[in-house]
């Protein structure tokens, strides 16, 4: 099998790179590098530099490497930019995935894995978040999400691509600190980046109806997220035709004042957080239900709490040497 990994130069693709590689299976990288690193690919990978929105590139692209799966990560990934540019995300997220099924479905691949998200769920009032808790999106970028899983299931029905939606919890960790999440947009780097400058890490509010008062995650390290893309790509190969929506997290509840105290040990740093202000839209717990996935590709994470900041700390380290504590 050779796959083509859209956005495979990014953090969570080149981890599902790496993944795929380390199991047998060969990868071709696809991405437009208006956020991935091309250091990120791994010698011996090919790059083709280009948008999903490019139907002919991509059409060559499946060609040239006589691509037999695509796993499909290439996509814009902010929520509070979608709020402010649901135009941008729109044409990003749900028109280069219509583009590429385009050129897959010409080509005849048989085989595709789609990344989807947590943030299909909105605000779920449920203390376990299975696939059949309802959908109800609380931003564009949680909305084309959820769009693209209907797309990529209908495309399936009507051609018989075998598909796969993978609905991603809170990624976190490194597989190695030159791989590590370069942006500061979830928890972990927020919290790494206010260490950083000596301060405070902050919560968005200690009044939840949660055991400490402090919202809930499902947190997951990247690395497992990446072998279940093997898993989900070879249960596609060996199964023409096949249908699969999936959660992907580890099933336990993590609090954010948990979190910061995990980070706390991990780091050597002993900043007590500062309460702030709820934010808007933010819901008391959202934790998933693994059963099906464990079911369907035969996966389980692996990593606990601690192996995903003490792996998300050394890339940070890495890039901020200033931060460490001797």
Known sequence: MTWLITG??????????RAMTGAGERAVVYDDLSTGVPDRVPDGVPLVVGSTLDRER????????????????????????????????YRENLEGLRVLLEAVTAAKVPSFVFSSSAAVYGMPDVDLVTEETPCVPMSPYGETKLAGE??????????????????????????APEIA?????NLVPMVFERLTRDAAPRIFGDDYPTPDGTCVRDYIHVVDLAEAHVA?????????GR????????????????????????????????????????????????????????????????????????????????????
């Open 8 to 17: 495979g130069a990014g953090y969570i693709g080149a981890h599902v790179v």
């Open 181 to 185: 999440d370069t942006g500061v947009f």
């Open 58 to 89: 991509v059409a060559r692209a499946l060609a040239a490497h006589r691509i037999t799966g695509v796993v499909h990560l290439a996509a814009k990934k902010q929520v509070g930019e979608s709020v402010e540019l649901p135009l941008l995300y």
């Open 243 to 326: 249908s699969l929506t999936l959660n992907i997290g580890r099933g336990e509840g993590v609090s954010v004042r948990e979190m910061i105290d995990t980070i706390n040990a991990v780091t050597g740093h002993d900043h007590p957080p500062a309460v702030t202000p709820r934010r808007p839209g933010d819901p008391a717990r959202v934790v998933a239900s693994a059963d099906r996935a464990a079911t369907e590709l035969g996966w389980k994470a692996k990593h606990d709490l601690r192996d995903m900041v003490t792996s998300a700390w050394a890339g940070w380290i890495r890039r901020h040497p200033g931060a460490a504590r001797d």
């Open 150 to 175: 209907w797309l990529v299931r209908a495309t399936g029905r009507a051609t018989g691509l075998s598909t796969a939606s993978l609905r991603y919890f809170n990624v976190a960790g490194a597989a």
């Open 232 to 240: 989900a790509a070879r249960v596609l190969h060996s199964s023409p």
